[in-house]
Structures are given as structure tokens and as C-alpha cells.
């Protein structure tokens, strides 16, 4: 996808004029999106934290313009948001919400190798939903969704994989020698991961999981 073409999903939800637009796309064109950084095993909000990127740096540069055209009055009639009404990625407050936005329960994890500090509830497509936990500089995200398909977002090929019996669950846990950074299951009508931003060993995913699985 061309700059311009991401520029102009982006303006399509701020309302700008032809020389504010000439302006901010020009601003914006040294920016080099392209740039390798840290793989992330969730495309999904790889997607959303470049739109919000996006976002952010085309407010900026609009005030910018304004600041050095006084002259022209400012044609944005209300705030702009980072996600776009209708696309349907939609961030809530709490695990209720969440569930009244996908139309299924949905059971957060309690417990995890790390004191929670923040959690970030996300609903996709009224079909996915995903709460990210962050604490002590990790990340595990949760993601439950319809069908049995693999919902992670995690397509990195793991040298190692193995099976954990939990219940009457089987887990896939993904990883290598030195550890398991994913973990996978469905029942049937759902399909569930755990990601983890350190890699674990068995015994500690079993602590995660079994007080979370029947």
C-alpha cells in the first residue's frame, strides 16, 4: 500500500481542505513506515497501532498548519478517533462489555506469571474478543472467538510444539527448547489463545491455565 493511498484512508475521517491535505502529505512522506522493528505475533493490532500512528502524526500536522496559517479557518467539525466508527474494532472498559460486544461470555485469565498493571479489553468484528494484560514489562494477550480455527493472529513458525492435557482440554503450546510463548485450544463452538510476551516452561502454563479451564 502507497503512502498516499494510507493517507487518504486516514483523511477519509478527518475533513480537511485541498491545502491542509498537499501540506500533511508532504509533511508525512519522509516517514518511513516500512522499517523493520520487533515481530509481533498479533497482526491484528499491528494494524491498529499503525493506524493510530498514522492518526496521531496527521494531527499534528494539521495543527502545524494551522499554527502557521492563521488565516484559514478550521474546517474539522468534530474530534478525530483513531479507529473509525464502523470498521468494527471497538475498545471497552471491562470483561462485560466486552461480552455484550462479541455476543458470547467471556472469562478473563487470573493468573499469570506477572502483577497485572493494566488491561486493555478489545472486541473485533463483534466476533473476536481479546483482553491484553501488561505488567512488570510483559504482555500475555487472551483472544476467544467463533469456530475452532487457530484465532492467535500468530503465524511464526515454532521449532517446537507439544500438547498439554488440562481437563478434558488439549493445548498446543508453540515454542523451542527453551520454552512455550503460545498457547491454542478450541471446544468446538469457540477457539481460545494465550500469548506471552516471555516464553514459560510447561509447569507455568499449567498454573495459567488450569484455574481458567473446567
Same mark, same amino acid.
Given at each position: 500500500m502507497t503512502l498516499? @493511498? @494510507?493517507?487518504?484512508?486516514?483523511?477519509?475521517?478527518?475533513?480537511v481542505t485541498p491545502?491542509?491535505?498537499?501540506?500533511?502529505?508532504?509533511?508525512?512522506?519522509?516517514?518511513?513506515?516500512?522499517?523493520p522493528g520487533l515481530k509481533s505475533a498479533l497482526p491484528v493490532r499491528k494494524i491498529t497501532r499503525f493506524a493510530a500512528l498514522a492518526a496521531s502524526l496527521t494531527v499534528v500536522l494539521t495543527g502545524i498548519f494551522f499554527l502557521r496559517n492563521p488565516a484559514v479557518n478550521s474546517p474539522i467539525s468534530e474530534s478525530p478517533t483513531v479507529i473509525a466508527s464502523g470498521n468494527g474494532i471497538v475498545e471497552v472498559a471491562s470483561e462485560k462489555e466486552l461480552a455484550e460486544q462479541v455476543g458470547f461470555e467471556i472469562n478473563g485469565l487470573t493468573s499469570?506469571?506477572?502483577?497485572v498493571e493494566d488491561t486493555i479489553y478489545?472486541?473485533?468484528?463483534k466476533s473476536l474478543a481479546e483482553i491484553t494484560y501488561n505488567g512488570e514489562g510483559q504482555t500475555a494477550v487472551y483472544r476467544k472467538g467463533y469456530g475452532s480455527d487457530?484465532?492467535?493472529?500468530?503465524?511464526?513458525?515454532?521449532?517446537?510444539? +507439544?500438547?498439554?492435557?488440562?481437563?478434558?482440554?488439549?493445548? +498446543?503450546?508453540k515454542g523451542d527448547d527453551t520454552g512455550y510463548r503460545l498457547a491454542t485450544w478450541t471446544d468446538g463452538t469457540y477457539s481460545y489463545s494465550i500469548s506471552l510476551s516471555q516464553k514459560t516452561d510447561t509447569d507455568s502454563w499449567?498454573?495459567?491455565?488450569?484455574?481458567?479451564l473446567p
Amino acid at each position: 500500500m502507497t503512502l498516499s @493511498k @494510507k493517507y487518504e484512508e486516514i483523511m477519509d475521517h478527518i475533513k480537511v481542505t485541498p491545502e491542509m491535505g498537499k501540506y500533511i502529505l508532504e509533511q508525512m512522506e519522509p516517514v518511513d513506515f516500512t522499517k523493520p522493528g520487533l515481530k509481533s505475533a498479533l497482526p491484528v493490532r499491528k494494524i491498529t497501532r499503525f493506524a493510530a500512528l498514522a492518526a496521531s502524526l496527521t494531527v499534528v500536522l494539521t495543527g502545524i498548519f494551522f499554527l502557521r496559517n492563521p488565516a484559514v479557518n478550521s474546517p474539522i467539525s468534530e474530534s478525530p478517533t483513531v479507529i473509525a466508527s464502523g470498521n468494527g474494532i471497538v475498545e471497552v472498559a471491562s470483561e462485560k462489555e466486552l461480552a455484550e460486544q462479541v455476543g458470547f461470555e467471556i472469562n478473563g485469565l487470573t493468573s499469570l506469571p506477572f502483577q497485572v498493571e493494566d488491561t486493555i479489553y478489545t472486541a473485533y468484528w463483534k466476533s473476536l474478543a481479546e483482553i491484553t494484560y501488561n505488567g512488570e514489562g510483559q504482555t500475555a494477550v487472551y483472544r476467544k472467538g467463533y469456530g475452532s480455527d487457530d484465532v492467535s493472529g500468530d503465524y511464526t513458525s515454532y521449532a517446537q510444539e +507439544t500438547e498439554l492435557k488440562i481437563g478434558n482440554t488439549a493445548v +498446543t503450546l508453540k515454542g523451542d527448547d527453551t520454552g512455550y510463548r503460545l498457547a491454542t485450544w478450541t471446544d468446538g463452538t469457540y477457539s481460545y489463545s494465550i500469548s506471552l510476551s516471555q516464553k514459560t516452561d510447561t509447569d507455568s502454563w499449567k498454573d495459567i491455565l488450569e484455574p481458567f479451564l473446567p
